[in-house]
């Protein structure tokens, strides 16, 4: 079985509704990082980085959001959750999850663990300032060249929908509107509807 | 063909490598970012985020490391550059290019892209000032849990390897001495004495 290592709306939610919609057999542990739970050794010994998500399997353990995701789509075909046997369709496909983890993620990062990259207060300040920009800058990529419709690929959901609607997710603490993006805004809502969404939204809820 | 737009020494030197192992056909375009070639009309036509590598196939425009990558490993099966076939294994490096881009790199980028997250010159430079400690972090990890030895995935080469090497040479330019990241210094000492790093690296050095 499984194992799924995430913190409560943090980019492995994406990994947890992959795993919901390809009826995979996994258990879902929770961290509470406000109690600092990821740099606990117990949790180091599991994931060195100290982050989420990460993946325990009979083989040892998966860290990072795109290898998890094509990983849960390869183990578990009949849910076709990525284009597995066309490698340019599987590259489009990895290139909007790379973006969302290089790109989008990074930008949203500045908001709140700008001290990765300063030690200045007011350089952590000036960070969180411009996220509505960079974070923004991003999303409009997304909203105006990445988005085929209805899901992000086209006709077929796929991996990158629920990465997608995790970081949409944040966009309101990012200072964004989503009503700006309307393309986010109507893959957000379709995803809303989905049963497998609901059921994990709920659980990082703590509902 | 394949055609790669690349700049030089900039992170589509992996890309360019790889092209060269696999024995691909293709054609290589090089893009001065002082010229700011990547902001131009024709150039933001093929990638509109302004960035390389882009890499333009008979089907579409493919961007992102990780995945052009993945997509030159399975376009070229008998070149052996990744374990296409073992959903884990190819998860490992997956995991481990994904480390690359969005932690390795991200922090890499703050010596002189800070302007992506901060508007403020003083923030700016404090963000180049922590660039020795946070790429630093990153790499201690690389050195000391990722490189199974000799290759970053054991004893196959793999895509993973000349990503590792082009980080690796960006080193000195953030502050790090190689001589301290044993494992790291191993490899790129290996990576260089391959003869298709070799052309590459001339060619990205205008020889």
């Not at 952590?124 to 300032?129: L, R």
Request: glycine share 6%.
């Amino acid at each position: 079985m499984l194992k799924l290592y995430y913190s409560a709306n943090s980019c492995s939610l994406a990994s947890h509704i992959a795993l919901e919609e390809a009826g995979a057999d996994y258990e879902a542990v929770r961290l509470d990082f406000a109690e600092e739970d990821q740099k606990a050794d117990a949790y180091l010994a599991i994931n060195p980085k100290a982050r989420v998500p990460s993946l325990v399997t009979d083989r040892g353990v998966l860290s990072e959001t795109p290898a998890l995701l094509l990983y849960i789509a390869q183990c578990h075909p009949n849910a076709a959750l990525a284009p597995l046997d066309d490698p340019f369709a599987l590259a489009q496909a990895q290139a909007f999850n790379n973006y969302l983890c290089s790109s989008a993620h990074v930008a949203h990062a500045h908001l709140r663990r700008g001290h990765r990259w300063a030690d200045d207060e007011a350089a952590i300040a000036a960070m969180a300032a411009k996220v509505p920009q960079s974070v923004g800058e991003c999303f409009d990529l997304i909203n105006g060249t990445m988005i085929k419709g209805p899901w992000v690929l086209g006709d077929q959901y796929s991996i990158c929908d629920p990465y997608l609607f995790t970081l949409t997710g944040w966009l309101p603490g990012d200072g964004i509107d989503r009503a700006d993006l309307p393309n986010v805004d109507a893959h957000y809502q379709r995803m809303s509807e989905r049963a497998a969404v609901q059921k994990v939204v709920a659980i990082h809820a703590g509902q």
